[in-house]
């Protein structure tokens, strides 16, 4: 028995909307590519969750998401057991997020915004 919920995407992002947390557990060659175009968002690999979940408000509700729901899972997991009362876990990650066609930002997108950057000035 978890002590967290599933929820879907769409769900997720009314949560997020209301100031949960989403926590993207994917790599970041993949977020590279393809990441959730939401305000309140970090990213830590679940390979360092271990490591970096201290850096999680403990007081935040946390929403984990992952590519297609397995790691989110693992990930919300390993937080309900190290005192995370506020975790759900996002159903079929990215991939059904994008299906439903919730914001997302792609590296087309994150190029130009680089160059952008660079063009400015700043580092990439």
């Known amino acids: 028995m978890s002590n967290f919920k599933d929820v879907t995407p769409a769900a997720a992002l009314a949560l ?3 100031g949960a947390l989403l926590v993207d557990v994917r790599e970041p060659n993949e977020i590279a590519r393809k990441s959730f175009d939401v305000p309140n968002i970090m990213q830590i690999p679940l390979s360092r969750i271990e490591s970096r979940y201290q850096e999680i408000p403990a ?3 946390v929403i984990v998401a992952c590519a297609r729901g397995n790691r989110s899972l ?3 997991r390993f937080l309900t057991s190290h005192g995370y009362r506020k975790v759900i876990n996002m159903q079929q990650g990215i991939a059904r997020w994008e299906r439903e066609g919730l914001p997302l930002n ?7 915004f680089s160059w ?3 063009k400015l ?3 990439s």
Do not use: D, H, P, Y
């Open 116 to 118: 952008l950057k660079q």
């Open 106 to 112: 792609t590296r087309q997108q994150q190029n130009f």
């Open 16 to 18: 997020i909307r209301k």
């Open 74 to 76: 693992v990930a919300a």
């Open 59 to 61: 007081n935040s509700q």
């Open 121 to 123: 000035g700043g580092k």
